[in-house]
């Protein structure tokens, strides 16, 4: 009686063990990771001083020391200024481009680059760039075809 009754217990725990390992190997990570996880910013590396961020796009509006910028994909955000934002312009005669401050020198509707850096956990307006549109070339050389 006693090897029968072996061969019923032992099938039996060895199912429930399976069921319960299965149940907590399968909804143990969904409960555990199911929380979003947090916006909190590592440093990867020692060496790394700030993380930034750069959008191609244009200033639709500025308020303040707010920007809000338009991206090449047609989507908007708002982002503060940063208390040492720079506005590189370029002008078409010369070879470097020109450097102002503040909020007052940014030109709407036009196309350039900015540059955000992460400061106090926010990302600010630190830099933008402003690209020269090229004035297409239509000159080409001569030749006349000559038959024979």
Known sequence: MGISVQKVLIPIACFILGVG?????????ILRFNQPLGTKIEKAS????????????????VSGQQITIKANNGQSAQ???????????????????????????????????????LE???????????????????SSPSATLKGK
């Open 21 to 29: 390992l299965g149940v907590l190997f399968n909804f143990l990570p």
């Open 46 to 61: 020692t060496l790394f001083k700030n993380q930034l961020a750069t959008i191609e796009g244009t200033v639709s509006q």
């Open 79 to 117: 982002f503060p200024a940063s208390k040492k934002l720079t506005v590189f312009k370029r002008d078409p005669n010369q070879p470097i481009p020109q450097a102002f401050e503040g909020v007052n020198s940014i030109e709407p509707d036009n196309t350039a680059n900015f540059v955000l850096e």
């Open 120 to 138: 106090d956990g926010q990302f600010r307006v630190t830099s933008i760039h402003y690209s020269v549109t090229a004035q297409p070339t239509t």
